[in-house]
């Protein structure tokens, strides 16, 4: 059974969609893109709550920074949560969504149990996208490094056609950066998922660059699950995030050996019985 809803917060329609049955699981980012990475299976264990943020809505009326701060968006999570009548639940974040999840369970700790934060770097500073891209031209293999660089020199007439589906774009492009089959297309995947740019824009480029889990993490004293791709080029490599468990018995960090920045789709079976074992103990 799905359940499907739209709140209206300040403007902006936020979808929520819950499917499965289990331990509540609140997704932060696109209520249509990430019910597409997870297995079926998961959901016998888990009830997983996909929520929008203002990323991912259209705005009714004229926006402006002060829209879509994190702090502006956390709030928008605590409302869904109190309407949802949500208690005692996982918060779980991939990618730039990661930032938020974890902002989240600090600021609103009380209902958070565990943490789930998938393929995140721990900052998106510009030093460590360079680091990513030093990564990709050292560790990449010839034939993924020319699928890239194909796919790539796309992206242009993509932006002109549409322009407001940019990140999305960007996100297909960079398939061979994103997936261990670096001959996957992702498409299918962001059809129908709105982007609202400049939000998207200034938590991608300037928000998230401001963070950083690693430090943040240290003093942290909720469970916290990290998932990482070996062959994530996007926020690699995983060695950032080396000797993150020491000094601390509340971070479980597990690499995928076959996988990229999408563990949960790429590697179904073994990405549901890791996190259910580490839900469940």
């Known amino acids: ?18 499917e499965g049955e289990g331990i509540p699981v609140f997704v932060i980012g696109s209520a ?38 994190i702090e502006r968006i956390l709030a928008d999570m605590e409302q869904i ?9 996982v918060i779980m974040g ?17 209902n958070v149990q565990k943490v789930i934060l998938l393929n995140t770097a721990p900052t998106n500073s ?5 680091q990513s891209m030093a990564f990709f031209q050292r560790e990449a293999s010839p034939e993924r490094k020319e699928k890239f660089e194909q796919d790539f020199a796309l992206l242009d007439q993509d932006i002109q056609r549409e322009p407001e589906r940019r990140f999305a774009h960007l996100c297909i492009r960079m398939g061979a950066q994103s997936f261990y089959d670096y001959q996957f297309d992702s498409a299918p995947l962001w059809e129908g998922v709105y982007t609202n740019m400049p939000a998207i824009d200034y938590l991608w480029g300037e ?13 942290f004293d909720k469970p916290v699950f990290l998932g990482l791709g070996k062959y994530d080029y996007l926020v690699g490599p ?32 073994l990405f549901d019985e890791e996190l259910i074992k580490w839900l469940e103990s």
């Open 238 to 269: 995983y060695n950032l995030w080396d000797d993150i468990e020491k000094g601390s018995k509340n971070i479980k960090k597990i690499i995928f050996e076959h996988s990229g920045h999408n563990p949960m789709f790429e590697e179904p079976q």
């Open 1 to 18: 059974m799905i359940e499907k809803g739209t709140y209206e917060i300040d403007g902006y329609q936020l979808a929520y969609q819950i």
């Open 81 to 89: 949560r109190e309407r949802l009548d949500l208690k005692d639940f």
């Open 126 to 130: 510009k030093e460590r996208q360079e």
């Open 32 to 69: 249509v893109y990430y019910p597409r990475l997870f297995s079926q299976k998961i959901r016998e264990k888990l009830k997983l709550i996909f929520v929008d943020h203002r990323g991912h809505a259209k705005p009714s009326r004229q926006q402006g920074l002060e829209d879509y701060t």
């Open 207 to 219: 928000a998230f660059a401001k963070l950083n889990l690693y430090k943040s993490l240290k003093d």
């Open 94 to 110: 991939h990618s730039g969504n990661a930032f938020l999840a974890f902002e989240y369970a600090k600021r609103y700790a009380k």
